[in-house]
């Protein structure tokens, strides 16, 4: 039995079971309201192929069913405050109610009393989305590297398994970070993700090959961090960041991530090369990502100049520096903000352009992160907070979309919250937008999804379905960087752990 599966047998543990089919009730006094439930799936646009949307009725009751009216037919389920709604029906559900809508009608029963509540509707979408996401799954304010798991879902139905544990390798005394997971292409027969501490480096699979490699060399100020590999090229960019925490104890935002060095770099994985890609003076170049044809690479810049160490001398050690540029970083990090940027690549001559200005934050007070280019190049998507690169603690951070086209802001109200949102991502086919938002309770960054049409207008968000609707309360530890795929990972995680263990390749330099 899988972490997971212990985790949705606890949470079944606190599920009644009612014996013989539900039905409606005969008799019922009506509310005019909708009822609350949770996972709130009211009015949401869902995907034709996603798992059933199973959610618990938060009414004081002790007894709730729900009718599903959809083209050509209706269902009803309930087990006690429970909807769980059957995997095969669903999808015959999902297939007569394609393009169309699904009506829901919630009953709950206090006393003998039933309470009939206002029909909300479930909209499918004509398009599916891609079958598996990922993520890391992280305790939300970690100060050790304790057991963290890269995972991948079947999110057409509740399948999950671990990609990568640390527990396969780490030992008390040595801990080992695991994250940044990238795929070329939404494929994952290229893919990577870094190790730190024990056993560090770089995760590479390329194609029936796995190695380790280590991406720091003598030039640049760290390994590679923040990844994005190139649509149909052998190539991965890079930051390379110099980066600092600090906790907070009485903050909103319990964790700020400052990076005090990072430029961009560019890694050929056939030939084993790193070279750079922007590495300015007072530049504080991160979160690369190309377009889908391969020609721009996207990034965020925050242009920051340290008063500290302007007048040291070529003789000052070097570490010394970086320790004054980590003391002014946090006593001024609020004034860090981060624009975003392109440059013109060249496939053929492997060549980058100048840099230009696609979206300035910093004109509004604001600080831009972790841009995605939708698949069709017309929108980009990031997040925006009051300062900083680390958004996810950052109750006013929203995700933001501008049409590149035109170069107006898209309206993303449906999809944000009062709580933080960060690392927005794009389908495959460019029709869904997840991204991960702690608006549940605060602590837990959960993943959410949402429906954006060909009219370019976002639809109000949706949790990722679970089994059992009430895993979130029982799943303590946070979702981070989710990432869409059209396949999951084929190597097994201690395949991973054994390559992990062997001495990491270093990376040559290239001028």
Same mark, same amino acid.
């Given at each position: 039995m899988t972490r997971h599966n212990i985790i949705c047998a606890v949470a079944t543990a606190f599920v009644m079971i009612s014996c013989g089919q539900p039905s409606v009730p005969d008799s019922y006094s009506k509310k005019d309201a909708e009822p609350h439930i949770f996972p709130d799936y009211t009015n949401v646009t869902i995907p034709s192929n996603i798992a059933p949307v199973n959610f618990t009725v938060q009414e004081d009751a002790s007894e709730a069913v729900a009718r599903f009216t959809y083209p050509g037919g209706e269902k009803v389920y309930g087990e006690k405050n429970n909807i769980m709604i059957d995997e095969d029906e669903w999808k015959?559900?999902?297939?007569?109610?394609?393009?169309?809508?699904?009506?829901?009608?919630?009953?709950?029963?206090k006393n003998g009393k039933w309470t009939s509540y206002k029909t909300?509707?479930?909209?499918?979408?004509?398009?599916?989305?891609?079958?598996?996401?990922?993520?890391?799954?992280?305790?939300?304010?970690?100060?050790?590297?304790?057991?963290?798991?890269?995972e991948q879902r079947n999110i057409t139905n509740y399948e999950n398994d671990d990609i990568y544990s640390n527990m396969l390798v780490q030992t008390e005394q040595d801990g080992q970070c695991i994250n940044c997971h990238s795929y070329q292409n939404y494929k994952t027969d290229h893919m990577l993700f870094h190790m730190r501490q024990s056993y560090g480096g770089t995760m590479i699979v390329n194609g029936d090959k796995i190695e380790k490699v280590d991406l720091k060399t003598e030039e640049?100020?760290?390994?590679?961090?923040? !990844?994005?590999?190139? +649509?149909?090229?052998?190539? %991965? /960019? *890079?930051?390379?960041?110099?980066? #600092?925490?600090?906790?907070?104890?009485?903050?909103?935002?319990k964790i700020e991530v400052q990076d005090t060095e990072s430029d961009l770099i560019l890694?050929?994985?056939?030939?084993?090369?790193?070279?750079?890609?922007?590495?300015?003076?007072?530049?504080?170049?991160?979160?690369p990502t190309w377009s889908a044809d391969g020609k721009t690479l996207y990034f965020c810049?925050?242009?920051?100049?340290?008063?500290?160490?302007?007048?040291?001398?070529?003789?000052?050690?070097?570490?010394?520096?970086?320790?004054?540029?980590?003391?002014?970083?946090?006593?001024?990090?609020?004034?860090?903000?981060?624009?975003?940027?392109?440059?013109?690549?060249?496939?053929?001559?492997?060549?980058?352009?100048?840099?230009?200005?696609?979206?300035?934050?910093?004109?509004?007070?604001?600080?831009?992160?972790? !841009?995605?280019?939708? +698949?069709?190049?017309?929108? %980009? /998507? *990031?997040?925006?907070?009051?300062? #900083?690169?680390?958004?996810?603690?950052?109750?006013?951070?929203?995700?933001?979309?501008?049409?590149?086209?035109?170069?107006?802001?898209?309206?993303?109200?449906?999809?944000?919250?009062?709580?933080?949102?960060?690392y927005p991502v794009w389908s495959s086919n460019g029709r869904w937008l997840m991204c991960e938002s702690r608006r549940d309770d605060g602590n837990y960054t959960r993943p959410y999804i949402a429906y954006f049409d060909k009219k370019g207008k976002v639809h109000k968000a949706f949790e990722l379905p679970q089994k059992n609707p009430n895993f979130y309360t029982y799943q303590l530890r946070s979702f981070n960087r989710p990432e869409f795929m059209k396949e999951p990972v084929k190597v097994t995680p201690h395949e991973f752990a054994s390559v992990a263990k062997t001495e990491a390749k270093k990376a040559i330099f290239k001028k």
């Amino acid at each position: 039995m899988t972490r997971h599966n212990i985790i949705c047998a606890v949470a079944t543990a606190f599920v009644m079971i009612s014996c013989g089919q539900p039905s409606v009730p005969d008799s019922y006094s009506k509310k005019d309201a909708e009822p609350h439930i949770f996972p709130d799936y009211t009015n949401v646009t869902i995907p034709s192929n996603i798992a059933p949307v199973n959610f618990t009725v938060q009414e004081d009751a002790s007894e709730a069913v729900a009718r599903f009216t959809y083209p050509g037919g209706e269902k009803v389920y309930g087990e006690k405050n429970n909807i769980m709604i059957d995997e095969d029906e669903w999808k015959d559900i999902l297939a007569a109610a394609k393009g169309k809508d699904i009506k829901v009608d919630v009953f709950t029963a206090k006393n003998g009393k039933w309470t009939s509540y206002k029909t909300f509707t479930i909209s499918v979408a004509e398009e599916d989305i891609d079958p598996y996401v990922s993520y890391r799954l992280i305790q939300p304010s970690y100060v050790a590297y304790e057991s963290l798991y890269i995972e991948q879902r079947n999110i057409t139905n509740y399948e999950n398994d671990d990609i990568y544990s640390n527990m396969l390798v780490q030992t008390e005394q040595d801990g080992q970070c695991i994250n940044c997971h990238s795929y070329q292409n939404y494929k994952t027969d290229h893919m990577l993700f870094h190790m730190r501490q024990s056993y560090g480096g770089t995760m590479i699979v390329n194609g029936d090959k796995i190695e380790k490699v280590d991406l720091k060399t003598e030039e640049t100020i760290s390994a590679g961090v923040y !990844p994005a590999w190139h +649509p149909t090229l052998n190539i %991965i /960019a *890079f930051s390379t960041n110099k980066t #600092g925490q600090s906790f907070h104890t009485k903050d909103v935002a319990k964790i700020e991530v400052q990076d005090t060095e990072s430029d961009l770099i560019l890694y050929d994985v056939d030939k084993n090369e790193v070279s750079y890609i922007e590495n300015a003076e007072d530049e504080l170049e991160i979160f690369p990502t190309w377009s889908a044809d391969g020609k721009t690479l996207y990034f965020c810049s925050a242009n920051f100049h340290y008063y500290g160490t302007s007048s040291v001398s070529d003789t000052t050690n070097l570490d010394t520096v970086r320790v004054k540029k980590e003391t002014e970083m946090i006593q001024r990090y609020k004034e860090c903000k981060y624009d975003v940027y392109k440059k013109s690549f060249n496939p053929d001559t492997r060549t980058f352009g100048k840099r230009e200005l696609v979206y300035s934050a910093t004109q509004n007070d604001k600080s831009a992160t972790l !841009p995605r280019v939708s +698949p069709d190049g017309r929108y %980009i /998507a *990031f997040a925006e907070g009051n300062w #900083g690169c680390f958004h996810i603690w950052h109750p006013e951070a929203d995700i933001r979309i501008i049409d590149l086209k035109t170069g107006e802001m898209v309206d993303t109200k449906a999809m944000n919250s009062e709580r933080a949102e960060s690392y927005p991502v794009w389908s495959s086919n460019g029709r869904w937008l997840m991204c991960e938002s702690r608006r549940d309770d605060g602590n837990y960054t959960r993943p959410y999804i949402a429906y954006f049409d060909k009219k370019g207008k976002v639809h109000k968000a949706f949790e990722l379905p679970q089994k059992n609707p009430n895993f979130y309360t029982y799943q303590l530890r946070s979702f981070n960087r989710p990432e869409f795929m059209k396949e999951p990972v084929k190597v097994t995680p201690h395949e991973f752990a054994s390559v992990a263990k062997t001495e990491a390749k270093k990376a040559i330099f290239k001028k």
